[in-house]
Each structure stands twice: as structure tokens, then as C-alpha cells.
């Protein structure tokens, strides 16, 4: 079946505007993390959602970062008033169940903020 | 918060010998163990996972031990080949479901 889809796939945003990435997990996915990833570096682990309950938002770098998900399924990371070292790319993940199970990596949105 | 640390940074081997990559963790509430390899510009792919209740697993090529007294893991890529070469990371997550990174190490398998 189809696998975790992102987009945009790459956005170009100036400093101050805001933006919003959307992420479509595999159908019949219970958690969907977002995870930030800086050029040559592993992902950072942003905040995690089971079903419609966002259970984690600790990574969430500051109060500019929001992510929703709203009906357990399509989530959403907007960030606002971006700043230069907003740039990295946005990943999304999906697993079937809860904790310790495979997660499912979409493509990444690569964002630039110049 | 969790501390994943992850050597060497950068291997070059072979094709045909083994490359083996350490991490180590700090948080002992840490139970899952899953590596990833990662192409240029793609998205990471689960290779191998482990849990905190098995020492070591095995899949073909690739193998994971997990000590977890010590608290440290390390992937093993038997007769490399040049498909291997990629950046792997490995991540530790908790059962609050959140997961830390290593830091990555770019493999290189020359022909």
C-alpha cells in the first residue's frame, strides 16, 4: 500500500512567515511522530501522537512550533513567525501500534528560511 | 533526557569485510533499539531492531547486540557490499514513546 507522504516537498519561506507541513501517515496508523533533521545530523525527535491525543510535545523547540492532528489521521506541523535556523528538513514517521513498534519515515519536507 | 552517542562517525571498508558501529545510551527506561540506514536525500529505512528483553538478533548480512547493562548496542554488516554504503543511525526510545538519535555514521564500501 502506499507508504507515509509529505508535503510540500520543499518550501522556501522568509524570515517572519509562517508555514504549515502536512504529513499522511499509512492508513490504519495509530502514532505519528515529527522529527527534525539538520543537515548531517540524525533526526530530533519533535513530538508524537497517539490517535488524535498528541502525548508528547517535549522536543517542540519553542512555543512557535504547533502540530495538530485532529481526526487521528493527516497531522499537521505549522511553525510560525519562522526563523533562519527553522531550516532543516521536517520528517514525519507512522507506526501500526504504540511504543517499540517499526516506524515508517514519509520523504521529509526540506524547509528553507532565508 | 536520553543521550544516544554513536562511533565511528565515518567507515570506510572493503567490499567483502565486516563494519560494525557502537552507540551507547543513558537513559535505562530505554527499551527499544531500532538502526536505520539512510541514502542522500532519501528518507531513513528501519534495517534491524532490538528490544531490551533479546541480547542479539540476527537478518542475513546484518546482526544487533544489545548489552544492556552496559547500556550500549552495535550493528554488524557482514560482506559489505557497495549497496551498503549509506549513513546509519541508530535511535533508543523509551516506552513513553519517545525516541533519541545518534548522531550517524557515513559507511563507505569501496568496490
Known amino acids: 500500500g502506499a507508504g507515509v507522504s509529505q508535503s510540500p516537498r520543499y518550501k522556501v519561506a522568509k524570515r517572519g512567515q509562517d508555514v504549515a507541513l502536512r504529513c499522511d501517515p499509512i492508513?490504519?496508523?495509530?502514532?505519528l511522530f515529527w522529527y527534525q533533521q539538520a543537515l548531517g545530523q540524525g533526526p530530533e525527535f519533535l513530538t508524537y501522537?497517539?490517535?488524535?491525543?498528541?502525548?508528547?510535545k517535549s522536543g517542540l523547540p519553542s512555543d512557535r512550533f504547533f502540530a495538530e492532528r485532529p481526526e487521528g489521521s493527516v497531522s499537521t506541523l505549522k511553525i510560525q513567525r519562522t526563523q533562519q535556523e527553522d531550516s532543516a528538513v521536517y520528517l514525519c514517521?507512522?507506526?501500526?501500534?504504540?511504543?517499540?513498534?517499526?516506524?515508517?519515515f514519509g520523504p521529509g519536507t526540506r524547509l528553507l528560511v532565508l | 533526557g536520553e543521550n544516544v552517542e554513536q562511533h565511528p562517525s565515518t567507515l570506510s571498508v572493503q567490499e567483502g569485510d565486516s563494519a560494525v558501529i557502537k552507540c551507547t545510551y543513558s537513559?535505562?527506561?530505554?527499551?527499544?533499539f531500532p538502526w536505520y540506514k539512510q541514502e542522500l536525500g532519501k528518507r531513513p529505512q528501519l534495517i534491524i531492531d532490538?528490544?531490551?528483553?533479546?541480547g542479539e538478533k540476527k537478518d542475513q548480512r546484518i546482526a544487533v547486540t544489545l548489552n544492556k547493562t552496559a547500556k550500549h548496542f552495535s550493528l554488524h554488516i557482514t560482506e559489505t557490499q557497495p549497496e551498503d554504503s549509506a549513513v546509519y543511525f541508530c535511535?533508543?526510545?523509551?516506552?513513553?514513546?519517545?525516541?533519541?538519535f545518534g548522531d550517524g555514521t557515513t559507511l563507505t564500501v569501496k568496490p
Open positions: 535511535a533508543a526510545e523509551t516506552n513513553a514513546g519517545k525516541s533519541t
Open positions: 537513559d535505562s527506561a530505554s527499551n527499544y
Open positions: 532490538i528490544r531490551s528483553n533479546v
Open positions: 501522537f497517539q490517535n488524535e491525543a498528541q502525548l508528547d
Open positions: 492508513s490504519g496508523h495509530v502514532s
Open positions: 514517521a507512522s507506526s501500526f501500534g504504540g511504543i517499540g513498534e517499526t516506524q515508517y
